[in-house]
């Protein structure tokens, strides 16, 4: 099956730094990858939807300047949470999807906690 | 506006079946997903129905009514790994996700 990765697993910051996770589609070729940060116990909650050489497309409410995202290439998308707070602590998931039909296949997940 | 409805908690006994429900409107309609996701982890794909009818696939199985906005996800046998959170999602006309906030369905001996 689709295998998607994502770097690093966890990650603990001071706050005021910037943290960049990593979300790369190992087997396949994604025209299409999400991010989503998930808090405790509540559903998955879209961040933004980014198509390879393209703008991402942000839902509202989420700041473009503070979670900057690259999608370089069909396998590769980054996420940069800028100028981190511990507001910003959560679990981030990244998705990738072959088609517009297809399944969204998850990364593990990141942990980022800000002191 | 759109919207996902389903249980927030569910408990069942180990053994026995549990149908999880969960109700959707959306603008536009491309399929229904089902989603378990263990506690900690990203979710991982169970099933996809587009078409009305059942769906099996070993001890899972997923329905779907298009007419009335309905699907469940139907868990045989259960056992004690199956203990997560199963998240329903629907495909806009969009092709977007829209997430229910999941069932968290609690397994007991």
């Known amino acids: 099956g689709a295998v998607v990765s994502q770097h690093p697993s966890w990650v603990i910051c001071k706050s005021g730094t910037s943290v960049k996770i990593e979300c790369r589609s190992l087997?396949?070729?994604?025209?299409?990858m999400f991010w989503y940060r998930q808090f405790p116990k509540q559903s998955l909650m879209l961040m933004a939807t980014?198509?390879?050489?393209?703008?991402?497309?942000?839902e509202q409410g989420v700041e473009k300047d503070k979670f900057l995202i690259n999608h370089a290439s069909l396998t590769l998308s980054t996420l940069t949470v800028t100028s981190a707070h511990p507001e910003d602590s959560s679990f981030y998931i990244c998705?990738?999807?072959?088609?517009?039909?297809?399944?969204?296949?998850f990364g593990p997940g990141t942990r980022l906690t800000v002191l | 506006g759109q919207n996902i409805d389903q249980p927030t908690e569910m408990t069942a006994t180990e053994g026995a079946i549990v149908q999880i429900n969960c109700t959707y409107q959306t603008s536009g309609f491309n399929g229904l997903f089902w989603y378990q996701q263990h506690a900690g982890e990203a979710p991982t794909f169970l099933s996809y129905n587009v078409l009305d009818g059942l769906e099996e696939k070993g001890r899972f199985s997923s329905f779907l009514s298009r007419s009335k906005g309905y699907s469940y996800l139907l868990l045989k046998e259960l056992q004690m790994k199956d203990s997560a959170s199963y998240l329903c999602?629907?495909?806009?006309?969009?092709?977007?996700?829209?997430w229910g906030a999941g069932t968290k369905l609690i397994i007991k001996p």
């Open positions: 999602a629907a495909m806009d006309s969009n092709y977007q996700l829209i």
């Open positions: 087997d396949f070729q994604a025209t299409t």
């Open positions: 980014s198509n390879e050489g393209s703008k991402a497309t942000y």
């Open positions: 998705s990738a999807q072959t088609g517009e039909f297809a399944e969204q296949f």
